[in-house]
């Protein structure tokens, strides 16, 4: 089972939808979570995913010109009822082949009281699935201060301890464990500052799961997006597409690894 997310930036926007429709495509996910997924041109974009299988489909329903998340799977994809005090769209929930599928775009550090709330509903939401397979995936705005990303001048401290409330449930951070002591960034600035904001946090039953995580670094070099995709295998011989083993067309060492 291959589970992608990617923040598409702002929805994609006219000129980057099709190459964005195309890297999707090219990894050959069964399951994708897109953060900053916009109503706007979402329906083109939701079309082309369920023409090639990713047919069911959970969206948190922005309102236009917002950011949300779209949750596309090739398997029937149940919606889970999920407490939501904070922004609305930017945290959803279901259930597909077993597994809780949480997607998540908490907003960023400084916006103190949005990102207090969803970080709240969040690990709520984590707890309550803690003991079955559960994958909290998306774009976290946060990473570990001093192990993560490529630059400590703007990191934000309070990551850590938030990140910490996942991993002091039980959960895995995949990328970590399949990289342990590297540094790597999934969003790069124009600055040059990168920082690794993008995880996957599986559950420990799930976490025995894991093949591989790695990040994509084409698609930031041919600038679809400011985030890199990352992609997650889970469990050789459990991939009922058939799509081939990991790898696939835009597949580089992690994205800005160092």
Known sequence: MRVMTWNILHGGGPARLPGIALAILDHRPDLVVLTEFR????GQLRGVLADHGLEHQISSDPDPGVNGVLIASRWPAEPMPIEVAGPRERLIA???RGIAVIGVHTPELTRQTESRLL???LTEAARAHADQDCLVIGDFNAERWGVDGTDRRRAHRGGSRLMGRLQSLGYMDAWRAMHPGEKAASWVSWRGEGYRLDHAFLSRSLGVSLRSCRFSEGELEDR???HAPLIVELSEGENPSGQGPPGGPGAKN????V
Do not use: N, V, Y
């Open 254 to 257: 992690p994205a800005k690894t």
């Open 94 to 96: 279901c259930r597909t």
């Open 224 to 226: 679809l997006s400011d």
């Open 119 to 121: 970080w709240r509903d």
């Open 39 to 42: 109503r706007s041109l979402g």
